[in-house]
């Protein structure tokens, strides 16, 4: 896995500790050595004093384990060889480390968590944004004013701190997040903060479209309701071979996590045509431009 180091509003953590990837990596195993072996959940929640819905969770990656029930799967599917069972034996106890964001877990709503570890570790991140410029192409003082409209002033200096503390991985060294961000045009008229604000937070997307792991385009009004439908689209691919991919759809103080193979191809059609019917992303700058103009 990729390290990264994240500073948290109260300490420094570093990716390649996030439980998330051995999470994702031991449960694909796990599904494959039971369906190798001909077994149910059933059995093999039974096998750990457990039930079907705690393999099924094991299984996708959402939760941790027991080393002792680890070893019991793989016996119960047949892995005696010494070598695979201490490969996946450690993948279940890297699936038991804390997450990156773990010193503000308090600050972090349990429904984000899943994508904050997921956006850290991956090869490439898509995003269709309708109201707000994307958390990771913000500026300090934009995020600071979208995050005081929703959480108290206590907290906001530490969740800016979070937030800015992510847009690392748009510099990670030796391989940069691939990041592809769809905005509405509206999210650009949006006034946050005021003008001064405005004009820095175009001015920064400008610059970050120079880089060659950044691409920016900007769909036409009310395109969300046509295409995209509810709200925010973000999907998220991993470097590691073999994983699905993950859907991420921010909702009002929620999210949903669409994992069957069927909704997850849907998503990225829905991104597919965001794509081909906003404006090409040579026309980015130029839009951009002419926006700040008006600020």
């Known amino acids: 896995m990729a390290s990264v180091t994240i500073p948290g509003s109260r300490h420094a953590t570093s990716v390649q500790g996030d439980p998330l ?102 090869r490439l991140v898509r995003c269709f944004e309708s109201q707000f410029v994307p958390g990771l192409l913000q500026t300090e003082d934009y995020a600071r004013e979208v995050i005081r409209r929703v959480v108290p002033e206590h907290e906001v200096d530490r969740r800016v701190d979070l937030r800015m503390g992510r847009q690392r991985v748009l510099r990670r060294r030796p391989r940069p997040l691939n990041l592809w961000a769809v905005l509405d045009e509206s999210a650009l008229w949006r006034p946050i903060g005021g003008p001064r604000t405005m004009r820095a937070q175009l001015q920064h997307i400008i610059d970050l479209c120079g880089r060659p792991n950044v691409t920016v385009q900007i769909a036409p009004y009310g395109i969300c309701g046509r295409v995209a439908g509810d709200g925010p689209v973000t999907l998220v691919r991993f470097p590691q071979q073999g994983l699905p991919d993950m859907v991420y759809l921010e909702r009002h103080n929620s999210a949903v996590y669409p994992f069957r193979r069927a909704e997850i191809e849907h998503h990225w059609h829905t991104f597919n045509t965001l794509v081909t019917e906003a404006a090409p992303p040579e026309q980015t700058v130029p839009i951009l431009r002419r926006t700040l103009d008006t600020y």
């Open 21 to 122: 990837v051995p999470r994702m990596l031991l449960g694909l195993r796990l599904r494959e050595l039971r369906e190798a072996a001909g077994l149910s959940r059933e059995d093999a929640g039974a096998a750990i004093r457990g039930s079907s819905s705690k393999i099924s969770r094991l299984e996708l990656g959402r939760i941790g384990c027991k080393r002792r029930d680890i070893a019991d799967l793989l016996s119960l599917y047949g892995v005696s060889d010494e070598a695979p069972r201490a490969t996946l034996l450690a993948l279940a106890d890297q699936a038991n480390g804390r997450a990156w964001w773990h010193a503000d877990r308090d600050i972090v709503p349990e429904w984000v968590r899943p994508y904050l570890s997921a956006e850290q570790t991956a």
